[in-house]
């Protein structure tokens, strides 16, 4: 049996939300309810981002528009913020749609494109007033992929 020292051991919070990898969006009003805890080594994170890890909040994804890197089911790790800091993978709020998508800014252009990893799965380009229902819910940070240990 293997043993962690407490202190190292992080909790965090799995919500009821299902983030879509898809089309569509899981509709939210970005008041998630609780479903469970998930309890995790802060040693698997540089030593510099454990005090933002307390901060995470995690999701269900839900589709395959993000596959290879994000499946159905599994927990999506994102650090809560407001604001688009680089070109990375964030859960955004479309018009009440909760998504997982790479996200693109172009501040010259004022334009956000939402990409997906599965090319069967167009981007999505908005500007102008359309860029008004698009709000960050936070940069994923993690995923941590769920596996039928049957199959291992």
Known sequence: MFSTPTQSIVVLPVYNIRATCGLGGANCDEVFDLIQNVSFDSKLF?????????????????????????????????????SWSKEGIYIINVGGDLM???????????????????????AQTYSGQELEKVRMVGKVVAVLHKYDCKHI
């Open 46 to 82: 540089p030593a510099a981002f454990k005090t933002e890890l307390k901060k995470c909040k995690i999701v269900i994804a839900s589709g395959r528009s993000m596959e290879d890197e994000i499946y159905d089911g599994d927990y999506v790790l994102y650090l809560p913020q407001d």
């Open 100 to 122: 997982i998508k790479t996200v693109l800014y172009d501040k010259v252009k004022a334009q956000l494109t939402l990409i997906s990893n599965n090319a069967t799965y167009p």
